[in-house]
C-alpha cells in the first residue's frame, strides 16, 4: 500500500531504477488468443498460443527481456501485456470481469493492497497455483506466500516483488543537525521503537538547518509505524478493528505529536509539492522501500548523489508487492500457469531485480551478488541489497483487509495531516474515523 497514490506506485527501484506507477486492463483480452497461419484452434496445427497478461504499471518483465527469453525457450508461444498506467483504473475493471466472469485475461495481476479482498470474494474463479507442476512454496518469503492463501488453503497468486521498508536519510543535513551519519550509529537511534524515532526527530529539530524538516511527510509517518505492525485494521477473523486496535491510535497520536512538534512537513506523498520538497532538500529522513529510492533519483538534484544512505528501520515493515494469478476461465490456463511459474521462479526475479530494480519476494535469492553487491547512486556504498534483504525476512505476517487503502488513506490524508494544518490530535481522529466510517458504507 502507498500512501497517497499507494496503488499507483509499484515497489521496484533498489539499484537505482524507477519503476513507473501502477495500473491495467485497458481493454479486453485478445479473444482469439492466437496468431495461427492455418485456421487452427488455441495451441493447435503451426499456430502460436497467444497468452495474455494484464498488468498495471511497469512490472519489467518486458523490459528485462524476461518475454523474449521465455518465447525463445518456448517456440509456439507468444505473450502479449496490457498493461493500464495506474491501479486505481485497473483493479475496478479486474473487479467487473471477475464478476461478469468475462473479458479476463489469461494472467492477471494483483497489487497486494486488493489481494485480501480478491482472496476473500473471488478465490474460487483463480487457479490454486500451490497444486502447478514445478511451484514451491518454499520458493517465496512465507508471509508473502499467505498474503495470497484463502482460508480454506488454496493460494490465489504467486508473488512477484516485494516492499521492504528502510529508514532513508541525509547524512549532510543528520550532520548540521548533531546526529550520528553513519548507518549503524543511526539505526541505533530508534531500534525497536518507533517512539525513539520521534525523539530523534526531536534532537534534529533542535539544530537544524533552517527551513527543513526531521521526516517528509505524516502520512509516510503514520503509515511506517501501521506496516510494522501484525494486526492493523482488520483482525485475524475478518473484523474491522481499526478503531479499537490500541496499535492504530498510538499510531495515529505518535505522529499527531510529531506533527505538533513541526518535525514532518505539511506535505502529502506523490503530490507535486512534495516531489519539490526533495529536489530542494527540504527534509532529511524517508520511510524507504527499495522503490522508494527510485523516486529520490528521479526527483533529486544531481549534486545529491550519494548524499543519501540507508539505515535500518525501527521495526520490519512492507509497503508495496504484486501477485501474478491465472483465473480458471482463461483461454489458456495450462499455458498461463507454466507461464507465471517462470516469471516468477527466483532465477527470473533475481534477472527481474539487477535489471529492473523490482525486490525479489524470493529468499533464496538474497544471498546472490546480484543482492549482496547491490548498490544506488543516491546512497553511494550503502549495502542495500542486504538492508533490504534482512527487512524482508523479519517482516511479520500481517493481516491485511479488504478495505484497508480506504482506513489507511482516511488516517492519513483525512487524519494526521490535518494536525499539520492546525487541527488537534482529538480532532484530526474524529475527522478521520468519520470519513473512513463514510466511506465504509458507500
Not at 518483465?61 to 525463445?72: R, V
Not at 474491522?240 to 486496535?245: G, H, L, Q, T
Not at 550503502?382 to 484497508?404: H, L, M, N, R, Y
Request: glycine content about 10%; charged content about 20%; proline content about 4%.
Amino acid at each position: 500500500m502507498r500512501a497517497r497514490t499507494r496503488t499507483a506506485r509499484r515497489a521496484v527501484v533498489l539499484a537505482a531504477v524507477a519503476s513507473l506507477g501502477a495500473g491495467l486492463l485497458a481493454g479486453c483480452a485478445d479473444d482469439g488468443g492466437d496468431d495461427a497461419t492455418d485456421g487452427s484452434s488455441s495451441g493447435g496445427g503451426k499456430g502460436k498460443t497467444t497468452i495474455t497478461l494484464g498488468l498495471f504499471g511497469t512490472f519489467g518483465f518486458k523490459e528485462a527481456g524476461l518475454y523474449a527469453e521465455y518465447e525463445k525457450l518456448h517456440p509456439n508461444i507468444k505473450i502479449e501485456e496490457n498493461v493500464t498506467e495506474r491501479n486505481e483504473n485497473y483493479y475496478p475493471a479486474l473487479v467487473n470481469h471477475l464478476t461478469t466472469n468475462s473479458g479476463l485475461m489469461d494472467v492477471q495481476a494483483i497489487e497486494v493492497g486488493n489481494i485480501a479482498e480478491v482472496v476473500a470474494t473471488q478465490a474460487a474463479k483463480f487457479v490454486d497455483v500451490s497444486k502447478i507442476s514445478g511451484v514451491d512454496k518454499s520458493n517465496w518469503l512465507d508471509w508473502k506466500w499467505a498474503q495470497a492463501t484463502a482460508k480454506d488453503g488454496s493460494t490465489i497468486g504467486l508473488g512477484t516483488d516485494v516492499g521492504p521498508m528502510a529508514i532513508c536519510y541525509r547524512k549532510d543535513l543528520y550532520q548540521a543537525a548533531g546526529l550520528p551519519t553513519d548507518r549503524a550509529e543511526v539505526g541505533k537511534l530508534w531500534a525497536g521503537d518507533w517512539n525513539k524515532f520521534v525523539q530523534a526527530g526531536e534532537q534534529y529539530k533542535k539544530k537544524a538547518k533552517a527551513g527543513t524538516f526531521f521526516m517528509d511527510s505524516p502520512g509516510g509517518l503514520i503509515n511506517a509505524i501501521l506496516g510494522s505492525e501484525k494486526e492493523k485494521f482488520y483482525d485475524s477473523s475478518g473484523n474491522i478493528i481499526y478503531k479499537s486496535n490500541p496499535a492504530v491510535k498510538a499510531a495515529f497520536d505518535l505522529t499527531a505529536k510529531a506533527a505538533e512538534e513541526g518535525l514532518v512537513q505539511s506535505q502529502t506523498q506523490f503530490q507535486p509539492t512534495w516531489e519539490q520538497t526533495i529536489a530542494n532538500s527540504k527534509f532529511a529522513t524517508i520511510a524507504c522501500p527499495p522503490w522508494m529510492l527510485g523516486t529520490i533519483k528521479g526527483k533529486a538534484k544531481p549534486e545529491d548523489a550519494g548524499k543519501w544512505d540507508v539505515a535500518v528501520a525501527p521495526k520490519s515493515a512492507n509497503w508495496g508487492g504484486s501477485f501474478l494469478a491465472v483465473p480458471k476461465s482463461g483461454k489458456h490456463v495450462k499455458e498461463a500457469e507454466a507461464l507465471i511459474t517462470w516469471l516468477t521462479a527466483p532465477e527470473q526475479q533475481t534477472k527481474l531485480f539487477k535489471v529492473q530494480g523490482n525486490f525479489p519476494s524470493a529468499p533464496s535469492t538474497y544471498t546472490s551478488p546480484e543482492v549482496t553487491g547491490a548498490k544506488n547512486e543516491m546512497t553511494g556504498d550503502s549495502p542495500i541489497g542486504t538492508i533490504f534483504a534482512e527487512a524482508a525476512k523479519t517482516t511479520p505476517v500481517q493481516v491485511i483487509g479488504p478495505k484497508d487503502q480506504i482506513i489507511q488513506q482516511g488516517l492519513s490524508d483525512n487524519g494526521v495531516f490535518l494536525v499539520t494544518k492546525g487541527k488537534s490530535a482529538k480532532e484530526a481522529w474524529e475527522t478521520a474515523t468519520k470519513t473512513i466510517d463514510n466511506n465504509l458504507d458507500k
